[in-house]
């Protein structure tokens, strides 16, 4: 079952950077998304980022409040991309979680998620 899995979440520094990684695996897929929301308690899971895979060149759409600041692309392994995030501030502090669009059934998988904390 294909399944994502995150890492590089942590305690960062207001103002500092960050970059968290998304694997997906198992079994052979195609991918159609690939992409990160974030959520905090209380509160839906919301928008981050999402990277268009299937086509060439990728395409991204971002959530206003990251723009400029983040950067979603292809990692340099098959079916990863990495999340880099610059200027980070504690309303940036959430849980990130991966989520992927299979392109042959359309079905959302999600990652377990991993922590960001902002703080000084």
């Known amino acids: 079952q294909v399944q994502p899995a995150e890492s590089g979440g942590g305690l960062v520094q207001p103002g500092g950077p960050l970059r968290l990684s998304c694997r997906a695996s198992?079994?052979?897929?195609?991918?159609?998304?690939m992409g990160w929301f974030c959520q905090v308690p209380g509160k839906q899971r919301e928008l981050v980022a999402t990277t268009t895979m299937i086509t060439l060149p990728t395409t991204t759409n971002y959530a206003e409040s990251v723009k400029g600041r983040f950067t979603n692309a292809r990692g340099d392994t098959e079916n990863t991309v990495d999340l880099q995030m610059n200027s980070l501030g504690p309303e940036d502090t959430a849980v990130y979680y991966c989520?992927?669009?299979?392109?042959?059934?359309?079905?959302?998988?999600w990652g377990q998620g991993t922590q960001v904390t902002v703080s000084a």
């Open positions: 198992g079994g052979f897929f195609m991918l159609y998304d």
């Open positions: 989520r992927i669009v299979l392109a042959s059934t359309g079905d959302i998988v």
